[in-house]
Structures are given as structure tokens and as C-alpha cells.
């Protein structure tokens, strides 16, 4: 498809067990954010990759929580032993540019809802 | 950290109406942009915004940016049912690289 497209639109984990949730970009996109929305909520930032460099993951809340993009194009966010409070709507943007090109608009993914029982 | 703000954070209006949401920070950024999410789905870019005092308009909605890019409103001029959704306005810091995101304005346009 042309836009970013992520799986699995919902999980149902049990606390304590691992999940993976994936993203394509939108094909020949440098840029790749991961952002966690709480219900009602705006995103939060969680990680940035610039091709298949991880350039910041000041945003992830735990080290639970593990990104990787090694071919610089899908990428897949992991949490393990996972809790309660990691519920949330996961989403996954690219964009087109890099740094310095700080105008670049971002094309988010439907996201992955996550629950947490 | 950067933060910003949204406000209000729930509106109803009837068709028709005119409505301003805001987005003030204290720090300065050199882009701000404006989203809107419908449920279920991700956010939408409606404009960018990176020049102090810059005002752009997109059909019945007027985007501002303030003088000192701390700070931007969005306007709307009759609004429609359609523009029902999740009004978020993201600041973009100089290198790109990290877009922090306001909480949202939940605007809800009653038939």
C-alpha cells in the first residue's frame, strides 16, 4: 500500500508476556517515529530512527521497551514482560526527510492498540 | 523538556458556529504543526506553520503562528460536522528530529 501501514491492529496480551508490534513506512522514507497515545491523550514520543540508525530513544519509558529498524525500513517495537500501564494505542509515522529538514510532515500508521489484562 | 498545552480540551458546538482552539508553550520552536485524528485512525497533518506571526488558511480553517513561535491558534469558520475529531498541534525542535505533541482539543460539531 502507499501509506504506513502497521501490525497487528490489536493485541490482547496477558501482563508478563512479550509482544511485537511492526511497522512498514511508506517506502523511501529516511524517518521513522514510534509515539504512544493513552486514551484521550496526544501522542508521546518514544523513539526515532534516521534510516537504520537509532538517533534517540529518550522517549521510551522503560527498558522493557526495545526498537529496531536493521534494514533501515520496517521496523519493530518490543515490549517485554509487559504491565498494565503499557495499554495504549502505539503509532508508527515516517517522513520523508532528515535532519534539518524540520518541516518534513509526518504520515502516521492507524496504530496498534494494546491491552494489557 | 518541551511542553504544550491545548485548550480547551473538550468543545461542542452546533453547526455552523465559529470556534478558536489554542496552543501555547514556553518554549520555542522553529515549526509547529497542526493534526487532526478521527478514531481509530492516526493523525492527519492539516498545515505547517515556521515563520513568527505567519497565518495560513486551509477553506474555513485559519492557522496562526505567534510572534516569539511559542504559541499558535486555529481557527474555524462554520463549522461542519466533518470537522469533528482530535485537534493536536505538534512543535518541531531545529534538527527535525522529534516532534512533541500537545495533548489535544476533542472538538465535537453537532448536526
Known amino acids: 500500500g502507499a501509506g504506513v501501514s502497521q501490525s497487528p491492529r490489536y493485541k490482547v496480551a496477558k501482563r508478563g508476556q512479550d509482544v511485537a508490534l511492526r511497522c512498514d513506512p511508506i517506502?523511501?522514507?529516511?524517518?521513522l517515529f514510534w509515539y504512544q497515545q493513552a486514551l484521550g491523550q496526544g501522542p508521546e514520543f518514544l523513539t526515532y530512527?534516521?534510516?537504520?540508525?537509532?538517533?534517540?530513544k529518550s522517549g521510551l519509558p522503560s527498558d522493557r521497551f526495545f526498537a529496531e529498524r536493521p534494514e533501515g525500513s520496517v521496523s519493530t517495537l518490543k515490549i517485554q514482560r509487559t504491565q498494565q500501564e503499557d495499554s495504549a494505542v502505539y503509532l508508527c509515522?515516517?517522513?520523508?526527510?532528515?535532519?534539518?529538514?524540520?518541516?518534513?510532515?509526518?504520515?502516521f500508521g492507524e496504530g496498534s492498540r494494546l491491552t494489557v489484562l | 523538556t518541551q511542553l504544550l498545552e491545548q485548550s480547551p480540551q473538550f468543545l461542542s458546538i452546533q453547526e455552523g458556529e465559529n470556534l478558536t482552539v489554542y496552543c501555547n508553550s514556553s518554549?520555542?520552536?522553529?515549526?509547529l504543526q497542526w493534526y487532526r485524528q478521527e478514531p481509530g485512525e492516526g493523525p492527519v497533518l492539516l498545515v505547517t506553520v515556521v515563520t513568527g506571526g505567519e497565518v495560513k488558511k486551509l477553506k474555513r480553517l485559519t492557522f496562526q503562528f505567534g510572534d516569539a513561535r511559542k504559541d499558535s491558534s486555529l481557527h474555524i469558520t462554520a463549522a461542519q460536522p466533518g470537522d469533528t475529531g482530535l485537534y493536536l498541534c505538534?512543535?518541531?525542535?531545529?534538527?527535525?528530529?522529534?516532534?512533541?505533541f500537545g495533548p489535544g482539543t476533542r472538538l465535537s460539531v453537532l448536526p
Open positions: 518554549s520555542v520552536f522553529s515549526s
Open positions: 517506502s523511501g522514507h529516511v524517518s
Open positions: 530512527f534516521q534510516n537504520e540508525a537509532q538517533l534517540d
Open positions: 509515522a515516517s517522513s520523508l526527510g532528515s535532519v534539518g529538514v524540520n518541516t518534513g510532515e509526518l504520515f
Open positions: 505538534a512543535g518541531g525542535d531545529n534538527y527535525g528530529q522529534n516532534f512533541v
